[in-house]
Nanobody, 121 residues
Framework: QVQLVESGGGLVQAGGSLRLSCAASEMNTKINVMGWYRQVPGKQRELVARITSAGSTNYADSVKGRFTISRDNGKNTVNLQMNSLKPEDTAVYYC???????????????WGQGTQVTVSS
């Protein structure tokens, strides 16, 4: 499997900003899609933003205009810039990557360990 290492979570006041980063450990891969999901206790994990290798992006309606996802295909990294944060953005944020191994064309879908984002009012 491909390991994803996240960083950048923390505590911030409403209106503030945070930047999340995620790096894939395995370089011999073709990662088609990278994204960020979030989950609060008692609710399903939901998509926040995703980006393809071609740079096409999708955002949850709740974060459009405030969050920006970007990636570096050469480094297999993805970032999420979060601005104008709201208390309702509080959640555990998970990095996700989908693609295949170049050596055997086997598909994979990997998740990071999660990073806590807390926005105080």
């Amino acid at each position: 499997q491909v390991q994803l290492v996240e960083s950048g979570g923390g505590l911030v006041q409403a209106g503030g900003s945070l930047r999340l980063s995620c790096a894939a450990s395995e370089m011999n891969t073709k990662i088609n899609v990278m994204g960020w999901y979030r989950q609060v206790p008692g609710k399903q994990r939901e998509l926040v933003a995703r980006i393809t290798s071609a740079g096409s992006t999708n955002y949850a309606d709740s974060v459009k205009g405030r969050f920006t996802i970007s990636r570096d295909n050469g480094k297999n990294t993805v970032n999420l810039q979060m601005n104008s944060l709201k208390p309702e953005d509080t959640a555990v944020y998970y990095c996700n990557a989908e693609g295949y191994f170049r050596s055997n064309i086997r598909d994979f879908r990997s998740w990071g360990q999660g990073t806590q984002v807390t926005v105080s009012s």
